[in-house]
């Protein structure tokens, strides 16, 4: 088929029925724009979503001590299994396919204080490798507990960003708060850190937020602890953690003679598959959320094929005239599959564009809020906006042929008849 | 041009079965001027169909120029109505969104012409029917004589030999279809075959052979009189 044919005959026929298709075109952008903002902000909610997950960590499980359940080797059931502090190096000894294990202490209730302030709060010891798997990061001017501070077995104290606003105030800047010294159970520590501000949608033992830390061998030293609370691995395999984790069993099992099967032995939080978890259900929201916003798009697609019914019905003698002066059915045809196809797609980037105009204002906004930190700000990704062109193109195609074949089905005799 | 042998068309609506037309044997040659009279239900504007291609017949033996086109595919009967038939229709029948030029440029597009030619051959039609001055009116601005000028314009835009006009002059009042007519024998002195369905006696008159149908049937024996049959 001649394009010029396509251009000169369907374009400007599409151009002489502006106002007939002003309303349906308002259908279509309605429904684009309801898919694409209902879409946008599943992507958004997604997205803060995971980031939150990994406010805690990211690829690690969490060890504490358990109780045996069975008999094993001559040792009864109920069992406590501890966790030591040379578990640390003897699981990074005999399991290489850890990339990172780190032990903590807890203690809660220590008295905090700072100048008249004074506070019950909890303190952990741990290792320099909190930075990175348990994400304590520290604001500008300040910084982490290092392997030094472990060695020297420092009193030096990093404290979460909720903490350092209850016991310095928001007013004070982190660089006036670092060096500054407070009194934990009296001993005087100074302060080498303020955490960097961060989303976390799940705990053990409290908030990352309200935390004060210092290093693993300095509160053995001082609290004199014999055993850790907990430990933290991070597998170099992702994809292994279910092997990763029946290993850990087989080697602390070998140390503490308790069976390997026996999962009560030790308590497991495995933050990855809970993250896939989340990821899973996230989509599932993102996908509930597309079928809504699809079934917007679809009620103003059946306006599409409605309106181009009535344009048919009402272009029965025109088509009988364009088929007495030669058109050829497949012309026909054409005409009112671009013609609905066209109207999609002018109504639906038109709905795209106001879409990401509108979710572009929104994630600019300057709206402090904690709801909008849980939930994200809208994001009308490449995928959405592909997603939703082709979904667009399949509406307008059908929207258009079932109409179109009837229009090419008409008898020419009978159309030009037709009052 | 024109060979029919014992055409026929029945119409079925599943509970009526209507014989529209009945043992039809007609020849018409090249160049004819002919009229087509006869009452209303004669099978006059179904003849008319199936000698222009928009419709097939239900038996029977249809040649146009030496071509049998009864049992052609519908593209080719579309290409048949594009390029060797030129319709008029008593309502007109032009689109009302498109002006003029729009109008007669229609056949042009479909039979494939680039926009050049298209031009020169739109305004050559249109200063045949004396309306170059009317290129971008809309039908809605044209006289009713203007309006049929346009259909035949648009009739004649491919050249085709063979000019089918269904009551071109039932809408118009007596001048503007006397002036109708009179392009219509232009056309016919011109070399084209012009075949006209009239009520008007004078019209049919005017034409060089008349064919009579009564009840689906060629009333006029088989429609071959002598060149000049008066009504």
């Given at each position: 088929?001649?394009?010029?044919?396509?251009?000169?005959?369907?374009?400007?026929?599409?151009?002489?029925?502006?106002?007939?298709?002003?309303?349906?075109?308002?259908?279509?952008l309605w429904g684009t724009l309801s898919i694409m903002i209902l879409l946008a902000f599943g992507e958004g909610l997604r997205k803060q979503m995971l980031m939150n997950t990994k406010g805690l960590g990211e690829g690690i499980v969490i060890v504490w001590g358990g109780q045996t359940s069975v008999p094993f080797q001559g040792f009864g059931k109920g069992r406590r299994i501890h966790l030591h502090?040379?578990?640390?190096?003897?699981?990074?000894?005999?399991?290489?396919?850890?990339?990172?294990?780190?032990?903590?202490?807890?203690?809660?209730?220590?008295?905090?204080?700072?100048?008249?302030?004074?506070?019950?709060?909890?303190?952990?010891?741990?290792?320099?490798?909190?930075?990175?798997?348990?994400?304590?990061?520290?604001?500008?001017?300040?910084?982490?507990?290092?392997?030094?501070?472990?060695?020297?077995?420092?009193?030096?104290?990093?404290?979460?960003?909720?903490?350092?606003?209850?016991?310095?105030?928001?007013?004070?800047?982190?660089?006036?708060?670092?060096?500054?010294?407070?009194?934990?159970?009296?001993?005087?520590?100074?302060?080498?850190?303020?955490?960097?501000?961060?989303?976390?949608?799940?705990?053990?033992?409290?908030?990352?937020?309200?935390?004060?830390?210092?290093?693993?061998?300095?509160?053995?030293?001082?609290?004199?602890?014999?055993?850790?609370?907990?430990?933290?691995?991070?597998?170099?395999?992702?994809?292994?953690?279910?092997?990763?984790?029946?290993?850990?069993?087989?080697?602390?099992?070998?140390?503490?003679?308790?069976?390997?099967?026996?999962?009560?032995?030790?308590?497991?939080?495995?933050?990855?598959?809970?993250?896939?978890?989340?990821?899973?259900?996230?989509?599932?929201?993102?996908?509930?959320?597309?079928?809504?916003?699809?079934?917007?798009?679809?009620?103003?697609?059946?306006?599409?094929?409605?309106?181009?019914?009535?344009?048919?019905?009402?272009?029965?003698?025109?088509?009988?005239?364009?088929?007495?002066?030669?058109?050829?059915?497949?012309?026909?045809?054409?005409?009112?599959?671009?013609?609905?196809?066209?109207?999609?797609?002018?109504?639906?980037?038109?709905?795209?564009?106001?879409?990401?105009?509108?979710?572009?204002?929104?994630?600019?906004?300057?709206?402090?809020?904690?709801?909008?930190?849980?939930?994200?700000?809208?994001?009308?990704?490449?995928?959405?906006?592909?997603?939703?062109?082709?979904?667009?193109?399949?509406?307008?195609?059908?929207?258009?042929?079932?109409?179109?074949?009837?229009?090419?089905?008409?008898?020419?005799?009978?159309?030009?008849?037709?009052? | 041009?024109?060979?029919?042998?014992?055409?026929?068309?029945?119409?079925?609506?599943?509970?009526?079965?209507?014989?529209?037309?009945?043992?039809?044997?007609?020849?018409?040659?090249?160049?004819?001027?002919?009229?087509?009279?006869?009452?209303?239900?004669?099978?006059?504007?179904?003849?008319?169909?199936?000698?222009?291609?928009?419709?097939?017949?239900?038996?029977?033996?249809?040649?146009?120029?030496?071509?049998?086109?009864?049992?052609?595919?519908?593209?080719?009967?579309?290409?048949?109505?594009?390029?060797?038939?030129?319709?008029?229709?008593?309502?007109?029948?032009?689109?009302?969104?498109?002006?003029?030029?729009?109008?007669?440029?229609?056949?042009?597009?479909?039979?494939?012409?680039?926009?050049?030619?298209?031009?020169?051959r739109v305004i050559d039609v249109l200063t045949q029917v004396g309306l170059s001055d009317k290129m971008a009116n809309k039908p809605t601005e044209l006289s009713g004589g203007e309006m049929q000028r346009v259909a035949i314009a648009r009739a004649l835009a491919n050249n085709p030999k063979l000019i089918l006009a269904d009551e071109p002059t039932g809408n118009l009042d007596t001048k503007s279809?006397?002036?109708?007519?009179?392009?219509?024998?232009?056309?016919?002195?011109?070399?084209?075959?012009?075949?006209?369905?009239?009520?008007?006696?004078?019209?049919?008159?005017?034409?060089?052979?008349?064919?009579?149908?009564?009840?689906?049937?060629?009333?006029?024996?088989?429609?071959?009189?002598?060149?000049?049959?008066?009504?």
């Amino acid at each position: 088929m001649n394009p010029s044919i396509i251009y000169n005959v369907f374009v400007r026929d599409f151009q002489n029925q502006k106002k007939r298709m002003f309303l349906t075109l308002l259908a279509i952008l309605w429904g684009t724009l309801s898919i694409m903002i209902l879409l946008a902000f599943g992507e958004g909610l997604r997205k803060q979503m995971l980031m939150n997950t990994k406010g805690l960590g990211e690829g690690i499980v969490i060890v504490w001590g358990g109780q045996t359940s069975v008999p094993f080797q001559g040792f009864g059931k109920g069992r406590r299994i501890h966790l030591h502090p040379e578990d640390v190096d003897y699981l990074k000894r005999r399991m290489p396919e850890l990339e990172i294990v780190v032990g903590e202490y807890t203690r809660w209730g220590a008295e905090i204080r700072y100048g008249k302030k004074l506070l019950s709060e909890r303190v952990d010891g741990v290792y320099p490798e909190f930075e990175t798997i348990r994400n304590f990061r520290a604001q500008m001017g300040g910084r982490m507990i290092n392997k030094l501070d472990m060695e020297q077995k420092r009193r030096v104290a990093y404290v979460g960003d909720k903490l350092k606003e209850r016991l310095f105030g928001e007013e004070m800047p982190v660089e006036e708060v670092v060096g500054k010294t407070i009194y934990i159970n009296s001993t005087p520590y100074t302060v080498i850190g303020v955490m960097a501000h961060k989303m976390q949608d799940s705990s053990y033992g409290g908030m990352d937020q309200d935390v004060i830390a210092i290093p693993a061998t300095t509160f053995k030293a001082i609290f004199g602890d014999q055993w850790l609370d907990d430990l933290i691995y991070k597998p170099r395999d992702l994809d292994n953690m279910a092997a990763v984790e029946k290993r850990l069993f087989e080697v602390m099992g070998a140390k503490y003679k308790f069976d390997p099967d026996d999962d009560r032995a030790l308590s497991t939080w495995d933050i990855v598959e809970q993250s896939r978890v989340t990821n899973s259900i996230l989509f599932g929201i993102e996908i509930f959320l597309g079928i809504i916003g699809g079934l917007t798009l679809l009620i103003a697609a059946v306006g599409v094929t409605n309106i181009m019914y009535v344009s048919i019905k009402e272009r029965t003698r025109e088509i009988g005239v364009k088929m007495a002066l030669g058109a050829r059915r497949i012309y026909i045809l054409m005409q009112f599959i671009i013609e609905a196809l066209g109207i999609t797609f002018l109504g639906g980037f038109i709905g795209m564009a106001i879409a990401y105009i509108v979710t572009e204002l929104f994630k600019r906004a300057p709206i402090e809020s904690e709801v909008l930190e849980m939930m994200g700000r809208p994001t009308v990704s490449l995928e959405i906006g592909i997603t939703v062109t082709i979904i667009l193109g399949l509406m307008g195609f059908f929207a258009g042929l079932f109409p179109a074949m009837k229009a090419a089905s008409v008898n020419p005799t009978e159309a030009l008849r037709y009052e | 041009m024109i060979r029919m042998k014992e055409i026929k068309k029945v119409y079925n609506t599943g509970k009526v079965t209507f014989e529209a037309l009945r043992n039809i044997d007609l020849d018409i040659q090249d160049n004819e001027f002919i009229a087509i009279v006869g009452p209303s239900g004669s099978g006059k504007s179904t003849l008319m169909n199936l000698m222009g291609c928009l419709d097939t017949p239900s038996g029977g033996e249809y040649q146009l120029e030496g071509r049998r086109v009864d049992t052609l595919h519908p593209n080719q009967l579309a290409e048949i109505r594009n390029k060797k038939v030129g319709f008029v229709f008593q309502a007109f029948n032009l689109l009302p969104y498109a002006s003029t030029y729009e109008n007669v440029e229609l056949p042009l597009i479909f039979a494939g012409v680039k926009g050049r030619d298209r031009k020169r051959r739109v305004i050559d039609v249109l200063t045949q029917v004396g309306l170059s001055d009317k290129m971008a009116n809309k039908p809605t601005e044209l006289s009713g004589g203007e309006m049929q000028r346009v259909a035949i314009a648009r009739a004649l835009a491919n050249n085709p030999k063979l000019i089918l006009a269904d009551e071109p002059t039932g809408n118009l009042d007596t001048k503007s279809g006397a002036e109708i007519v009179g392009i219509f024998e232009k056309l016919w002195n011109d070399g084209h075959t012009v075949i006209m369905i009239t009520h008007n006696i004078n019209l049919a008159n005017r034409c060089r052979r008349i064919i009579k149908l009564k009840d689906g049937m060629i009333d006029n024996g088989n429609g071959n009189g002598p060149p000049q049959t008066r009504l």
